[in-house]
C-alpha cells in the first residue's frame, strides 16, 4: 500500500470537435483568473459575452484539421506518455488535464481510491517554465481540489525544469534529430503571455521590463520569469546542438487580444524569413511537451503557409518531446527520487 503517489498534469483538450465541447472547454479555459487576469465582471462579459459567440466554430475546425482518430493529439500523447512513466515508477501514477477530462479531481480521486494508505502526492505540471497561466493555474488548481475534498493529503510539486540538465539534454537530441545540417535557421517559438504577466509575476517588484535587458541581469525575479525561462532554455539548448547566436532565435506565439504582449511575434518572424528567401527553416515549440493546436495547427500549418506564401523554401516543425523513451524515462527517475527521498532530491 503505498504512502506516496504522483500525479502528472497537461493543459487539457475539448473532448470533441463538437463546436459544443470546444465552446464548453474554451469557457473553462479562458475564464481562469490566472489565463486572462480581469476583473470577473470584465473576464466573463470578455468570455462568454463576446469569445464564445464568435470563437468556438472557428477553434472546432483547428481542431478538426489536426483531431486523430484515437482523439485528440494532446491526450492520446500525454496518455501513451504516462504509461510509459507508470511502467518506470516505484508508485503508483496518474494522468490529469487543468481543463477538460481528466480533471484534476479525477486524477487525485483515482490515485486515492486504489492506493488508502496514500499520505502525499507529487505534482509534476508539465510544463518547463513557470508561468502565471500554466504552472501557477495548475498548483492553485490542485490545492483547491485538495483542500475540498482531500484535507489529509500533503502535496508536493516538481518545479520548473527548464535548465535541467538532463531535460536540456534530452530536449536538444530530440531536435538534433530533425535537424538537417545545412538548416539556415532554428526558430525557438514559445507560447506568448501578456507582459502583464510577467509583472504580476515579478516576486521583486521592480526588475522586470524595468531594462531592455532585465532578462540578462541577475534577479530574484527570474525564479518566476517566464520570459526568462524561455531565453535560458533556448541558450542551454543552442549550446548543445552548437548553434551559433545567428543561427537561432526566439519568438512568441498565440497572442490574444490588444494587450502588449510578449515579443517578436513568431507569425511576423516566419514571414520575414520567407521574405528573404529562407531555404531552410526548422521550428521547435519548448513551451510544450506534448504536441497540440498551438504545434500541429498554429505553426505545422499556419506557419509554413505564411513562409511558403511569403516565398520561403523548406519548413520543417520538430515534434515536441512527447512519448520519447528518454523523455518518460526522466519523468520516471524524478519520481522515484521523490518516492525514495523528497523533493529535494529531484532537483
Given at each position: 500500500?503505498?504512502?506516496?503517489?504522483?500525479?502528472?498534469i497537461?493543459?487539457?483538450?475539448?473532448?470533441?470537435?463538437?463546436?459544443?465541447?470546444?465552446?464548453?472547454?474554451l469557457?473553462?479555459?479562458l475564464?481562469?483568473?490566472?489565463?486572462?487576469?480581469?476583473?470577473?465582471?470584465?473576464?466573463?462579459?470578455l468570455?462568454?459575452?463576446?469569445?464564445l459567440?464568435?470563437r468556438?466554430?472557428?477553434s472546432a475546425?483547428?481542431?478538426?484539421?489536426?483531431w486523430?482518430?484515437e482523439g485528440s493529439?494532446l491526450?492520446v500523447l500525454?496518455?501513451?506518455?504516462?504509461e510509459?512513466?507508470?511502467?518506470?515508477?516505484?508508485?503508483?501514477?496518474?494522468?490529469a488535464m487543468?481543463?477538460?477530462?481528466?480533471?484534476?479531481?479525477?486524477g487525485?480521486?483515482?490515485?486515492?481510491?486504489?492506493?488508502?494508505?496514500?499520505e502525499?502526492v507529487?505534482v509534476?505540471p508539465?510544463?518547463p517554465?513557470?508561468a502565471?497561466?500554466?504552472v501557477?493555474t495548475?498548483?492553485?488548481?490542485?490545492?483547491?481540489?485538495?483542500?475540498?475534498?482531500f484535507p489529509?493529503?500533503?502535496?508536493?510539486?516538481l518545479?520548473?525544469?527548464?535548465?535541467?540538465?538532463?531535460?536540456?539534454a534530452?530536449l536538444?537530441e530530440?531536435?538534433?534529430e530533425?535537424?538537417?545540417a545545412?538548416?539556415?535557421?532554428?526558430?525557438?517559438?514559445y507560447?506568448?503571455?501578456?507582459?502583464?504577466?510577467i509583472?504580476?509575476?515579478?516576486?521583486?517588484?521592480?526588475?522586470?521590463f524595468?531594462?531592455?535587458n532585465?532578462?540578462r541581469?541577475?534577479?530574484p525575479?527570474?525564479?518566476?520569469?517566464?520570459?526568462?525561462?524561455?531565453?535560458?532554455?533556448?541558450?542551454?539548448?543552442?549550446?548543445?546542438l552548437?548553434?551559433?547566436?545567428?543561427?537561432?532565435?526566439?519568438?512568441?506565439?498565440s497572442?490574444?487580444?490588444?494587450d502588449p504582449?510578449?515579443t517578436?511575434f513568431?507569425?511576423?518572424?516566419?514571414?520575414?524569413f520567407?521574405?528573404?528567401?529562407?531555404?531552410?527553416l526548422?521550428?521547435?515549440?519548448?513551451?510544450f511537451?506534448?504536441d497540440?493546436?498551438?504545434?500541429l495547427?498554429e505553426?505545422a500549418?499556419e506557419?509554413k503557409?505564411?513562409f511558403?506564401?511569403a516565398?520561403?523554401?523548406?519548413?520543417?516543425?520538430?515534434?515536441c518531446?512527447n512519448?520519447?523513451d528518454?523523455?518518460?524515462?526522466?519523468?520516471g527517475?524524478?519520481?522515484?527520487?521523490f518516492?525514495?527521498?523528497?523533493v529535494?532530491a529531484v532537483?
Amino acid at each position: 500500500m503505498s504512502k506516496k503517489a504522483a500525479l502528472l498534469i497537461n493543459l487539457g483538450s475539448p473532448d470533441s470537435t463538437d463546436p459544443k465541447d470546444v465552446r464548453r472547454y474554451l469557457d473553462e479555459f479562458l475564464m481562469d483568473e490566472r489565463v486572462i487576469d480581469l476583473n470577473p465582471l470584465a473576464r466573463k462579459l470578455l468570455v462568454q459575452g463576446i469569445i464564445l459567440n464568435t470563437r468556438p466554430k472557428k477553434s472546432a475546425a483547428a481542431y478538426q484539421s489536426i483531431w486523430w482518430d484515437e482523439g485528440s493529439p494532446l491526450i492520446v500523447l500525454s496518455q501513451r506518455l504516462h504509461e510509459k512513466v507508470s511502467a518506470k515508477s516505484e508508485i503508483p501514477t496518474a494522468l490529469a488535464m487543468r481543463y477538460g477530462n481528466p480533471s484534476i479531481h479525477a486524477g487525485i480521486e483515482k490515485l486515492v481510491a486504489e492506493n488508502p494508505a496514500l499520505e502525499e502526492v507529487f505534482v509534476i505540471p508539465l510544463y518547463p517554465q513557470f508561468a502565471m497561466s500554466t504552472v501557477e493555474t495548475v498548483m492553485e488548481k490542485v490545492n483547491e481540489v485538495v483542500t475540498a475534498h482531500f484535507p489529509s493529503l500533503k502535496i508536493a510539486q516538481l518545479p520548473p525544469f527548464y535548465n535541467h540538465p538532463d531535460y536540456i539534454a534530452i530536449l536538444a537530441e530530440s531536435m538534433r534529430e530533425h535537424i538537417a545540417a545545412d538548416v539556415d535557421h532554428v526558430l525557438f517559438s514559445y507560447h506568448g503571455v501578456p507582459e502583464r504577466h510577467i509583472k504580476k509575476s515579478d516576486i521583486t517588484g521592480k526588475h522586470c521590463f524595468k531594462t531592455g535587458n532585465c532578462c540578462r541581469v541577475k534577479s530574484p525575479a527570474h525564479a518566476f520569469c517566464y520570459r526568462h525561462q524561455c531565453f535560458i532554455t533556448t541558450d542551454l539548448v543552442a549550446q548543445k546542438l552548437g548553434l551559433a547566436p545567428d543561427q537561432y532565435s526566439v519568438t512568441f506565439q498565440s497572442r490574444l487580444g490588444i494587450d502588449p504582449w510578449l515579443t517578436p511575434f513568431t507569425d511576423k518572424t516566419i514571414k520575414s524569413f520567407g521574405e528573404i528567401g529562407m531555404k531552410k527553416l526548422a521550428i521547435a515549440c519548448p513551451a510544450f511537451v506534448s504536441d497540440c493546436l498551438e504545434t500541429l495547427e498554429e505553426i505545422a500549418e499556419e506557419g509554413k503557409e505564411i513562409f511558403h506564401e511569403a516565398g520561403g523554401g523548406d519548413f520543417h516543425m520538430i515534434p515536441c518531446l512527447n512519448d520519447r523513451d528518454d523523455w518518460a524515462q526522466l519523468l520516471g527517475n524524478w519520481i522515484n527520487a521523490f518516492a525514495n527521498k523528497s523533493v529535494s532530491a529531484v532537483v
